[in-house]
């Protein structure tokens, strides 16, 4: 059995490919399985994998018709052999360090959990996350040191999904957000570690990016929302640990034009009630557009 499964779905993204799976195959750690959904591709994407997975062993090879990013990874889920599970989204890339570096953080610790710096590639610039080493224990404590609500830039220890029935929301954007507050949640350890990076590569061409998925993306902002509320009072979480969550929603996937938006916000009221933390960031970002609108003015 290996020591880490990586779970990359694939889904037409053959100009990202190479760079990923190679990424893989030169980490400094090498005990692991890559499980590798194909989810539908119709471009290039399958003859890639069915390249890498001759040329390394390691490589398993799963073919599906399309069904979504949630689907694929909770198909990953289900077949992972790994002690500890990595996600990896096939138009990113890992620093070469990477898994040998959450791997033994994980180990230390005895984390169910261990969280790596992400950088951000735009074209030629890039940024990284600010992290200090620590272990955290708190709800709140985890929920504020989340740079964002993607899963890819963690390590878990395998058994935790099942334990705490965890999987993805089929068919929805923002899916990611709801399984990593419920990981905050049910961990007994979250481990932050600096270091090695995930590397993001911000494709315009992405689920999350594409223009003609916005009315879409809206809708389901609101489905993932409801999710986390309905879980928060399932929990029945305190009104502060309840305010964090709303404030990493507003800060991390609800846009703050949908904000600004007056029949939006008041589907927002609906789901979250009189929060304080709703209001202060429609206000802020009130102070904001009228801000650009007098410096545009001035200018």
């Not at 390691?58 to 990953?76: D, F, K, M, P, T």
């Not at 902002?221 to 928060?232: G, K, N, P, T």
């Amino acid at each position: 059995m290996h020591k880490i499964s990586l779970i990359i779905p694939v889904y037409n993204v053959e100009k990202y490919l190479y760079r990923c799976l190679d990424s893989v195959i030169e980490q400094s750690f090498e005990d692991w399985e890559a499980i590798c959904i194909n989810d539908g591709s119709t471009d290039n994407s399958l003859h890639i994998l069915q390249e890498y997975s001759k040329k390394d062993l390691r490589i398993r090879l799963i073919s599906q018709e399309n069904a979504g990013l949630s689907a694929a990874r909770n198909v990953g889920l289900g077949v992972a052999k790994g002690k500890y599970i990595c996600f990896l989204d096939s138009d990113d890339f890992l620093d070469k360090n990477y898994l040998l570096m959450l791997y033994n953080e994980i180990e230390k610790t005895n984390a169910d959990i261990v969280m790596a710096p992400t950088r951000y590639i735009i074209g030629k610039k890039n940024t990284k996350d600010k992290f200090k080493n620590e272990v955290l224990m708190s709800f709140v404590d985890k929920i504020s040191a989340l740079p964002h609500g993607g899963s890819c830039n963690k390590l878990y220890r395998t058994s935790f999904f099942a334990e705490n029935n965890i999987e993805y929301p089929l068919g929805l954007y923002w899916e990611d957000n709801i399984v990593t507050i419920k990981c905050c949640y049910f961990s007994n350890k979250f481990a932050i570690v600096d270091g090695d990076c995930y590397n993001y590569i911000c494709n315009p061409l992405s689920i999350t990016r594409d223009e003609s998925k916005e009315a879409k993306r809206q809708k389901d902002c609101l489905a993932i929302l409801m999710m986390i509320v309905d879980f928060l009072n399932d929990i029945n979480c305190s009104y502060a640990e309840k305010e964090s969550v709303l404030d990493f929603c507003f800060y991390r996937f609800v846009k703050r034009a949908y904000i600004l938006d007056n029949s939006f916000y008041k589907q927002l009221e609906k789901i979250v009630g009189k929060s304080k933390v709703l209001k202060k960031h429609r206000i802020k970002q009130k102070t904001l557009r009228f801000l650009r609108s007098m410096i545009f003015f001035k200018y």
